[in-house]
Structures are given as C-alpha cells and as structure tokens.
C-alpha cells in the first residue's frame, strides 16, 4: 500500500494546499518511530534542512549519529528526497502541568491542656496527686 505522502507529492493540486514544510511535519512520527517522536518537536523545514527542536543535550548527541538513517526513512517514507540535511536543535524546555493548589490557612491548634501529673515520674506518686486532685474538684 502506498504512504499517503507519497500521493499527496504526485498530486499537481495537492502541492497548492501543502508545503513540503507541512508532509515533513506529518510524516516525522512515521519515519522516526513513537518514542524518538515523543522527545522532538517543532520540525520544521528550511531549504533543505530539517531542523528538529529536541528535549535537551543528551538527546541532541544520541541522534546526531542516527542523521543518515533517519534521512534514508524519511525519503522512503515520503518518496522524494527534498531533505538532504537533518539539524538536531535544543528546544525550549517543555512546561509540565501544574497541579491547581487550595490555600490553606493555617491549621487552628485547640490550646494544649498540661497536666501537671505528667512531671511527676514515679507511678505511685503520680496516681495518689491525681486522685487527691480529684477529690479536691468535687
């Protein structure tokens, strides 16, 4: 079965409605695979350079290497050999979504109710002051 790019570039009126820039665009995910897909953006076309917007330095080094494969996928994929350069550019960071935050105020602390039992350390003694105490308030 034949790619549609390759139809779209053998159709005299098809060239009226898209540019060379928008068929690279289009078929970039096919000829590149999903996952480098996922980590480029912004392709656009310039003369005869494609230039590739990627993620960050890493990326850029990896597929420099991969230039000549990726030139022979993306003339088989779209059937002529418009691109004869790949330029693998830093990007602008991607903004990643931001979770919507409810303000809250500060939590309202009940006062903190001190027994005066509690410095007393031997058990015996301790109980006796709280049952005198008892008694006391009755």
């Known amino acids: 079965m034949e790619r549609a790019a390759r139809i779209v ?5 098809s060239s009226k409605l898209f540019s060379d820039d928008d068929i690279a665009r289009a078929i970039w995910p096919a000829a590149v695979g999903n996952a ?6 912004r392709v656009k076309l310039v003369r005869a350079t494609l230039v590739v917007e990627v993620e960050d330095l890493i990326w850029q080094k990896q597929l420099f290497p991969l230039t000549g494969q990726i030139l022979g996928r993306l003339h088989r994929v779209m059937g002529s050999d418009v691109i004869q350069d790949i330029e693998f550019r830093m990007g602008v960071p ?4 931001m ?8 939590p ?3 006062p903190a109710v001190v027994d005066e039992a509690d410095a ?3 058990p015996v003694l301790k109980k ?4 005198s105490r008892k008694k006391a308030s009755a």
Do not use: C, E, F, G
Request: hydrophobic share 35%; glycine share 0%; no cysteine.
């Open 99 to 106: 979770r919507a935050q409810a303000r809250q105020s500060a």
């Open 94 to 97: 991607r903004r990643q979504p």
């Open 108 to 110: 309202v602390q009940a």
């Open 128 to 131: 006796v002051y709280q049952l």
């Open 120 to 122: 007393i350390r031997d």
């Open 36 to 41: 480098i897909a996922a980590h480029t953006s």
């Open 9 to 13: 570039k053998k159709n005299k009126y």
